[in-house]
């Protein structure tokens, strides 16, 4: 961080103050040239503090697993809590093949802090974003992560159905209930400051937490303009052949299922501030389903995302949300950029969600994702120091 700052010094001087060099500082009458110069380091400094006060804030991170009552299916679903901790800064603790920068069970600083659930993609794992997660928890937030029930790595025979695609948002809004009511954990939140984070599924998770309303027959719709699309058409024609065996139709099980919206009660949940989407599954909402989105939402795509086509997701909800604090293309990226970098182990056994196109770099990618998150949440939970 010192070196980012050290180097943006450098650029600043280099390209935006250039011009002083054709300027005399010698002579004592030129008064606006040396009012200039004092105008220019104050400029300097401005854009300078932010990162200051990232590289002089960051703390140790602890974690810790937990388990959270599953609301829909009954059964239990497993998560981690990330937190400012006094242990050592950037040390490593290995869970299966995630390297976590962070320490097992270390003491948590005192105080009530932000809280950010974030909300894993199909088949994805609590751990699937914990550079995110450790991000914020060293910048003084705590950040909780959960594995959702039959649409994990281990398990994802519920996709498509009631469980998940209404299920996800009763599961986080249990896990931020769970962390609440915790004689522990509601210690260390400010329940008037909590925001969601998302990927894939997950973002789609997220926009319904802040209240967006979807449409589950737009799959049909969708399915029948762009039959091509093996990402999301071709899972839509295996529950198709499945629901003919049983002599229904996917518009009859998708209108079912759209009656089912409140089963578990509301999907959206006011305790929730803000969302951060990244590459979220967002081709079942339409204007009016996103109307109802009252709370800045921020929004991240890969410009070659093979799997949630931009066009017909991210930028198909980005001018409909009235609320949008902005939107932002990874360039040459696909899908699973957004998920942590790869340990050599992870890569070796799921190469498909490790390896990036030619060009992109996810470390570096991930740098500024988790900066962008890092600013967006302090600035709408109302996050000024740390």
Not at 159 to 167: L, N, Q, S, Y
Not at 238 to 267: C, I, R
Request: glycine share 10%; charged share 15%; proline share 6%.
């Amino acid at each position: 961080m010192k070196r980012a700052v050290m180097a943006s010094w450098r650029g600043f001087r280099r390209y935006e103050c250039s011009w002083f060099r054709h300027i005399s500082l010698v002579d004592p009458m030129n008064i606006r040239s040396r009012l200039a110069l004092i105008a220019c380091t104050f400029v300097l400094a401005l854009l300078l503090a932010p990162m200051v006060a990232v590289a002089q804030g960051a703390t140790g991170v602890g974690f810790r697993a937990i388990t959270i009552q599953d609301p829909v299916g009954g059964g239990t679903m497993p998560g981690y809590v990330f937190y400012p901790a006094s242990a050592k800064a950037g040390a490593v603790t290995w869970r299966g093949p995630y390297e976590l920068h962070a320490t097992a069970d270390a003491p948590a600083i005192a105080g009530a802090k932000p809280l950010v659930v974030i909300s894993h993609g199909h088949s994805g794992s609590a751990l699937g974003h914990h550079d995110l997660a450790v991000y914020l928890a060293s910048h003084g937030f705590v950040v909780a992560t959960l594995q959702h029930p039959r649409d994990n790595f281990l398990d994802d025979s519920g996709d498509g159905h009631a469980e998940v695609m209404i299920g996800r948002p009763i599961q986080v809004k249990a896990t931020i209930s769970m962390l609440l009511d915790d004689p522990h954990w509601k210690l260390l939140i400010d329940p008037e400051r909590i925001g969601v984070a998302g990927f894939s599924n997950g973002g789609y998770t997220s926009l319904l937490l802040v209240g967006a309303v979807p449409q589950f027959t737009r799959f049909i719709d969708y399915c029948r303009a762009h039959p091509d699309d093996p990402g999301i058409c071709g899972h839509v024609k295996e529950v198709v052949a499945k629901l003919a065996k049983q002599g229904l139709t996917a518009t009859q099980m998708l209108t079912s299922m759209q009656g089912e919206l409140h089963h578990w009660g509301s999907t959206d949940d006011p305790r929730i501030k803000a969302a951060f989407a990244m590459a979220p599954q967002s081709l079942v909402f339409d204007k009016a389903g996103l109307a109802s989105i009252n709370r800045p939402v921020l929004l991240y795509y890969g410009q070659d995302d093979e799997v949630l086509r931009p066009k017909y997701n991210v930028l198909h909800i980005a001018p409909l949300i009235k609320t949008l604090a902005g939107v932002t293309m990874i360039p040459k990226a696909g899908h699973y950029v957004f998920l942590s970098p790869c340990s050599p182990a992870l890569a070796k056994d799921a190469p498909g969600i490790c390896k990036d196109p030619q060009g992109v770099d996810r470390v570096a990618v991930h740098r500024e994702i988790n900066a962008r998150a890092l600013a967006f949440f302090r600035k709408s939970l109302g996050m000024t120091t740390h």
